[in-house]
């Protein structure tokens, strides 16, 4: 078999290379970064994700991550509080990418970095794809990985007004950082939600998702959107008093296709692997995004060593994820929903093990 070529370097790229790599494969990777970069995601490891990490032989504690067994529901200055039903971790994707690139080096993954893949084109026995710096980029099967961004000739359909996800980190004072340890928040507002957690090094990250309609009456910058998300989030006001932010302006996405599952067409190119959030993505509040990328680029690699094509590992990643997915989609309808809220916070204080429940329900199968 002609090697393949995975486009990202991501969780979902790199689990990928690595199977394939450990099986005695020749396969490329390309990433387009050259070195550690930061990227919007909610940094929420759960168990699915440890799971397929300890797999592949990367630790997340090793690597700084920081330990998370409560999950904290806020809504104005109502607070619900649970035990997570699983382990889970804090870790930032500049060091959990950078552990998982190195893991497929080792393994014997040939890695391709600082090119960025332009466009991909199908052609009469598989693929071009056309790069930056290395030329046009011939294969037999293409590992799509390229994360929330699209990619000329390999576009996902988008909806109308999809939501803005947006982050920064925070080194938070003591008091502040004490009260968050173990700990990760989802604090409710009109339009949206927020998750703060620790990440390694004690920082933490404030990830924030946004109707499109929000962001825009907010100004459509970041200043803008904070001052009014805490004008009506008063306990987030307490945790970023004092708070340094760690970047000198926040990373940002948009038109985010949540409860978006990738369906081939039947003319689809039948070596098209779509990874990741190329193939499903989950609401941010669910907090399974790493875990499906790690389970998508592992499942893809298995079918292609078995010499089956995309179709087949397509109804595979659908078995495993269409439950969660639905029902993740639920929930985050009733948590960004203004007149839902409260009915939601009400609930989760009546019965923080319905928080459990749900926390559990929205995991994906990764086996």
């Given amino acids: 078999m002609r090697s393949p070529l995975i486009i990202g370097g991501g969780p979902a790229g790199t689990a990928a290379a690595a199977v394939i790599a450990a099986a005695g494969c020749e396969v490329r990777l390309i990433e387009r970064t050259s070195g550690p970069t930061d990227k919007v995601c909610g940094d929420f490891l759960s168990s699915g994700a440890l799971a397929l990490l300890e797999m592949l032989k990367v630790d997340p504690l090793v690597l700084g991550g920081a330990s998370i067994s409560v999950l904290r529901l806020v809504y104005q200055r109502h607070v619900a509080e649970t035990r997570l039903p699983f382990p889970a971790v804090g870790l930032t994707r500049r060091s959990l990418d950078e552990a998982l690139l190195h893991n497929a ?20 026995d598989g693929f071009t794809a056309q790069t930056t710096a290395l030329g046009p980029l011939p294969a037999t099967a293409v590992f799509l990985a390229t994360g929330k961004h699209d990619l000329r000739g390999a576009p996902r359909p988008h909806g109308a007004d999809e939501p803005v996800g947006l982050k920064m980190y925070y080194e938070l004072m003591p008091d502040q950082r004490a009260a968050i340890e173990d700990c990760i928040e989802l604090v409710l507002f009109p339009g949206g939600y927020a998750g703060l957690q620790l990440v390694e090094q004690g920082r933490a990250v404030l990830c924030l998702m946004v109707s499109a309609k929000r962001f825009r009456t907010a100004g459509a910058s970041w200043d803008g959107l904070l001052e009014s998300f805490l004008a009506a989030a008063p306990h987030l006001v307490a945790r970023l008093s004092g708070a340094t932010p760690c970047l000198d302006r926040p990373l940002a996405v948009a038109a985010i296709p949540y409860g978006y599952l990738h369906r081939a067409a039947p003319a689809a190119p039948p070596n098209l692997f779509r990874l990741g959030d190329q193939a499903c993505v989950i609401p941010s ?29 397509d109804r595979l990643l659908q078995h495993r994820i269409r439950r969660a997915l639905r029902l993740a989609s639920l929930v985050h309808s009733g948590c960004t929903a203004p007149a839902l809220q409260p009915l939601v916070a009400a609930l989760a204080r009546a019965g923080p093990g319905l928080m459990r429940l749900v926390a559990d329900a929205t995991r994906i199968a990764t086996a």
């Fill in 105 to 124: 080096a080792s393994r014997g993954a040939e890695l391709l970095r600082g090119c960025a893949v332009q466009r991909l084109e199908t052609t009469h």
């Fill in 285 to 313: 509040l669910a907090g399974d995004g790493v875990a499906i990328a790690l389970a998508s680029g592992t499942l893809a690699a298995r079918t292609w060593l078995q010499r089956e094509g995309a179709a087949a590992y």
